[in-house]
């Protein structure tokens, strides 16, 4: 019962650094557009950015619910030991995923990264029978659907706008708009909690709940509290790779650029965490800047830097796998 304890205490820790993780390189992106139009400091947006993770954090618990039992059903995982090395080896692989993502300043999926490795260490350990098909299916659906809908929204949005303010001028036009960004940049820090701090929530409650802890998939205060501060704390040390990733690279972003992407993303966002359903806040923010440079401009987004980002997307789910797989097998062993 005390080595139980003992790694259920450990994979609470792993999942509060990677919440920790999720927020100095995730949460990058929901300032990024800020920052790079002035709208904000630097200092100023990481507080912002880190209160409103926070109040989103423990505001919603509907997609940890949805991570907890999605991928793998904790309650068909007889083996307490078995079910935790399981969550371990997944919390593991998606750290090593975001280090490295991060190094290199590309801004990859975290939530892309916990699903694939959990999907990994589950299929490693009991096979691919032990598969929550159908919620595996569907949150799949939602990371592929949502950046779609981000993009198509970032066009729709800035279209209008530029209809809406085309007799302004460009000075103008860039002064109202760097003030609405501050409430956009809010905006969409508070979505970004409401979904991303609620995977590391789910992580903790499947281990609660395969450890015998916990009899129901339900969130406990302590969790929701514990996580909107390991993000929260995370986004405080910044991300400014992530940043200039974000902010230019993709395309020169203008404040009604900028305004245009945050208020596209946050709805994106804002309504699969009402679906409770997990996103790639990466994915969306970034299809949302892509969106809205396709109605701006078509030649001024760097198209290449969007494909080298998509390419990254789309290795992240097998690839984090494979290395959650092998990670079960060498904790096993040892453990």
């Known amino acids: ?87 371990m080896a997944a919390l593991i692989a998606a750290i090593l995923w975001n280090l490295i993502t991060w190094i290199f300043g590309v801004p990859s999926s975290s939530s892309h990264a916990i699903i694939g490795s959990l999907a990994g260490a589950g299929i490693s350990a009991l096979g691919f029978h032990s598969l929550n098909l159908s919620g595996f299916i569907e949150i799949f659906e939602a990371l592929v659907f949502s950046p779609i809908a981000a993009i198509t929204l970032g066009f729709i949005i800035m279209s209008l706008f530029t209809f809406l303010f085309h007799n302004f001028t460009l000075k103008k036009t860039n002064q109202r708009f760097r003030t609405f960004q501050i409430l956009t940049a809010a905006l969409q820090s508070f979505a970004h909690g409401t979904n991303d701090a609620q995977k590391t929530m789910g992580i903790i409650t499947m281990a609660l709940v395969a450890s015998k802890y916990l009899s129901e998939v339900e969130i406990p205060m302590w969790v929701r509290v514990a996580s909107g501060i390991a993000m929260a704390t995370g986004t405080s040390f910044g991300g400014w790779r992530i940043i200039k990733t974000i902010g230019s690279k993709i395309m020169k972003i203008e404040p009604i650029n900028g305004a245009a992407a945050d208020l596209s993303s946050a709805t994106i966002i804002f309504g699969f965490t009402a679906l409770h359903f997990p996103v790639s806040t990466t994915h969306v923010i970034t299809s949302s800047i892509l969106g809205v440079g396709a109605a701006d401009r078509v030649r001024g987004v760097n198209w290449s830097m969007a494909i080298n980002i998509i390419v990254t997307w789309i290795i992240t789910l097998p690839m984090t796998a494979a290395v959650a797989a092998v990670i079960f097998k060498i904790l096993s062993w040892i453990l």
């Open 1 to 87: 019962m005390q080595s139980l304890f003992a790694l259920t205490l450990m994979i609470v820790l792993f999942a509060f650094i990677f919440d920790f993780l999720n927020g100095f390189h995730d949460t990058a992106n929901t300032i990024a557009t800020s920052v790079s139009t002035r709208a904000l400091r630097p200092q100023a947006a990481i507080i912002l950015a880190g209160t409103m993770n926070f109040l989103g954090a423990i505001t919603f618990t509907g997609v940890a619910q949805t991570v907890s039992k999605g991928v793998i059903d904790p309650f068909t995982i007889h083996d307490e030991t078995k079910g935790l090395i399981i969550v």
